[in-house]
């Protein structure tokens, strides 16, 4: 199974911050990788699929970067509504697996 | 619009049985395939199974193959995740998810709001 780990697991940030999530994977996935958002109590939404590509509806203060093993999830001018936790996964190859997370908290 | 609603969640006894249903609306539901993702109490997110359009191909982690079944029904537009010989490991939100195929790959789009199996004597 190829694993996925974030860093950090948690960070603590100001409204109007910019924050960097990294995402590495033990092997090359090329492009297969998803970000995603959750709220407490909430279902995961997709913010980044193909590591790069917005999805629809999400705010483009969102941006993800990366190929291959190392990955990037920046949130520009964070808002209070993104405070939250990420999870990036892979699509490479079945099992799909998710990183660990990273929770963003309010400074 | 999509929505995907599980049910069927619930407190059930180790090596106890228990069948969760996942129902689809708003989308060609016979174009995708479907995932269930579980989430354990405070933990991440473990992606468990998917089924393909037609059902006719499966597949499952390692830690609950053999022992979980996932089905579908299109003409109910439905996916069904049998669970058996339970135990406390597997206790968790599972959610059902669209999964979405593109020249970008698969990604999770659409997800339901999780039902939670508690598992416990």
Known sequence: DIQMTQSPSSLSASVGDRVTITCGANESIENYLNWYQQKPGKAPKLLIFGASSLESGVPSRFSGSGSGTDFTLTLNSLQPEDFATY??????STPWTFGQGTRVEIK | QVQLVESGGGLVKPGGSLTLSCTASGFIFDDFYIS????????GLEWISHINNSGKTTYYTDSVKGRFTVSRDNAKNSVYLQMKSLRGADTAIYFCARQYYDGSGFRLDYWGQGTLVAVSS
Request: charged share 20%.
């Open chain 2, 36 to 43: 269930w993702i579980r989430q354990a109490p405070e933990k």
């Open chain 1, 87 to 92: 999870y990036c996964q892979q699509s490479y």
